[in-house]
């Protein structure tokens, strides 16, 4: 079975890309029958949109430890918390955010 280079149009983005020889060989040899639908930028794309929707636990934002102003309870936020201003918990946040 031989291989030719082909030009697939991107599903996504609309971008016309090359489905070379040499990935169409890959791609047989690890089972796929269909050709990719997508571009390799969309698909890297879409690779890491998965990620997060699917709770992937890589490296993420650094949260730090604080205390609600409201409630009282423990919570964390995604800045250090300093200067004397209050910090919130989610619902309390939500809930001084939407009193103002
Ligand atoms: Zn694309
Ligand atoms: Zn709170």
Same mark, same amino acid.
């Given at each position: 079975?031989?291989? #030719?280079?082909?030009?697939? &149009?991107?599903?996504?983005?609309?971008? =016309?890309? =090359?489905?070379?020889?040499?990935?169409?060989?890959?791609?047989?040899?690890?089972? $796929? =029958?269909?050709?990719? &639908?997508?571009?390799?930028w969309?698909?890297?794309?879409?690779?890491?949109q998965?990620?997060?929707?699917?709770?992937?636990?890589g490296?993420?934002?650094?949260?730090?430890?604080? #205390?609600?102003?409201?409630?009282?309870?423990?919570?964390e936020?995604?800045?250090?918390?300093?200067?004397?201003?209050p #910090? $919130?918990?989610?619902?309390?946040y939500?809930?001084?955010?939407?009193?103002?």
């Amino acid at each position: 079975m031989s291989f #030719v280079d082909k030009s697939i &149009k991107c599903s996504d983005c609309g971008a =016309t890309f =090359t489905f070379s020889a040499g990935e169409q060989e890959l791609f047989a040899k690890r089972g $796929y =029958t269909n050709d990719p &639908k997508r571009c390799p930028w969309c698909r890297a794309l879409r690779k890491t949109q998965d990620n997060s929707f699917s709770g992937y636990s890589g490296p993420r934002r650094q949260m730090f430890p604080a #205390v609600c102003a409201e409630c009282g309870k423990g919570t964390e936020v995604p800045f250090e918390p300093r200067g004397g201003r209050p #910090v $919130y918990c989610s619902d309390c946040y939500r809930k001084v955010s939407l009193a103002r």
